[in-house]
Structures are given as C-alpha cells and as structure tokens.
C-alpha cells in the first residue's frame, strides 16, 4: 500500500501530476472534490466560492476538515489499488492526518515553479480566474496562509516543473514507479 499526496502552489503542476496517475491506472482522491461538493451544498458555485469554502470549512470544523473527508474516499480507492494519490494537499497539518493514518506507506510530492510560470500556466487555462477577481498573488497568500508552505518544507520528493511537459510527466512516471 502506497498513499501519495501532492502539494504545490497553483499552477505548479498538481492537476498533472495527477492526469499522469490516471493513466497509469493509479486513482487520485482530489481534495479540492470534497470543498467543490460543499459549495453545491451550500448552492454555491464552485468557481467562483471555492476559496471562501475551503477557509469556511476550516474555520467550521477545524484545519484538518478537508483531509479527514478525504479518508473515506482514499481507503475505499485503497479497497481495489495499492497505490493512491491525493491531489491537493494545503498544510502541514494534512499532512499530520495521512501521516498518522498511512504512517510509512505515506509519501509526500512537492510540485513547484516560480510564479511568473505558473501565472503563465493559469492564463492559458481560462478557468481558474474568479469573479471577485482574486489574482494569483492573492491566491497564494491565502494558500501560504493555510500551512502549504510548511507542506511543502516537508515533502518527501520534491519536482521543479520548470521544463517541458515531456520531461515533467517522465518525473511523475518515475516518482509513482
């Protein structure tokens, strides 16, 4: 049994990351899943709530809200494979959770580029800018603001996703190898 959770910035690479692991037959348990069903919840649009969500859920329920909803979804994965990736991790204290729940099976990938790229990167997909014009910078402080920077401190392996896509996605291959 291996559990590999990925932490980086936006635009660093995780959703990737993740296609990668996909193809490879490898399920990936996305964090982000649990706060965009909550925004449905609450009849909200993901798009354009999801970080007012994610802050609200932590504050409601604690700073492990996220990843302890994302248990039941990685042990079921866990049932049929024996390999999962968590796709989104936001603060050392998620990763306290998996760690205590998957002790050494638990593995931990930093994904990072510098931000100039990964703004490059979020232009490009048309999608990741909300309505109340929450810029990259905010995003990050916000994210910094959850613990992801001490997240990213403790990663096990880290990828600098400066190069091609080709070379990032053979990184991935090797690291889930």
Do not use: Q, W, Y
């Amino acid at each position: 049994m291996r559990v590999i959770g990925t932490v980086g910035l936006a635009g660093s690479g995780k959703g990737e990351f993740a296609a990668v692991a996909e193809r490879m037959e490898i399920p990936v348990v996305t964090m982000g899943d649990v706060i965009r069903a909550e925004c449905r919840k609450r009849g909200l649009d993901p798009a354009e709530h999801h970080g007012e969500v994610a802050s609200a859920l932590r504050e409601e329920n604690g700073p492990t809200a996220i990843a302890e909803a994302s248990l039941p979804h990685i042990e079921a994965a866990l049932e049929r494979h024996d390999t999962v990736v968590v796709d989104g991790i936001r603060s050392g204290i998620e990763v306290d959770i998996f760690e205590e729940r998957f002790e050494d099976a638990f593995v931990l990938v930093g994904v990072e580029a510098p931000f100039e790229l990964r703004r490059e990167r979020i232009d490009g997909r048309g999608r990741d800018n909300t309505e109340d014009g929450e810029g990259l910078a905010a995003r990050d402080e916000r994210e910094l603001g959850f613990g992801l920077g001490d997240a990213l401190d403790r990663a096990d392996v880290t990828i600098e996703n400066t190069g091609t896509l080709e070379r990032f996605r053979e990184r991935v291959t090797e690291v889930l190898a």
